[in-house]
Nanobody
Framework: QVQLVESGGDLVQTGGSLRLSCAAS????????MGWYRQAPGKQRELVAV???????NYADSVKGRFTISRDNAKNTVYLQMNSLKPEDTAVYYC??????????????WGKGTLVTVSS
């Protein structure tokens, strides 16, 4: 069973930066799809960014140009560099992963989340 553990969430001022990390355990295979989702208070969970083992990425329009997703396949670890943070980025950020494509049925594995708070 794959387990995901996020870290890096914190309180930061508007315009600041944070780097989130997510380490996967429980498998010796490279996980094909890894990514970040977020859920703000009173809102539905939304995609932030995803990355394949080959390095293909996809970002939500709201974070393009500010956030960068990357990964270390050898460690099955995914990162999210967040720059120029805005109060509307405040949310619980969840790491997610899947061996199969998540397009149809979504990601198979989820972390417990890490809180990012951006103060104005």
């Amino acid at each position: 069973q794959v387990q995901l553990v996020e870290s890096g969430g914190d309180l930061v001022q508007t315009g600041g930066s944070l780097r989130l990390s997510c380490a996967a355990s429980g498998t010796r295979f490279v996980i094909n799809h890894m990514g970040w989702y977020r859920q703000a208070p009173g809102k539905q969970r939304e995609l932030v960014a995803v990355i394949t083992s080959g390095g293909s990425t996809n970002y939500a329009d709201s974070v393009k140009g500010r956030f960068t997703i990357s990964r270390d396949n050898a460690k099955n670890t995914v990162y999210l560099q967040m720059n120029s943070l805005k109060p509307e980025d405040t949310a619980v950020y969840y790491c997610a992963a899947s061996f199969r494509s998540p397009v149809k049925d979504g990601m198979d594995y989820w972390g417990k989340g890490t809180l990012v708070t951006v103060s104005s």
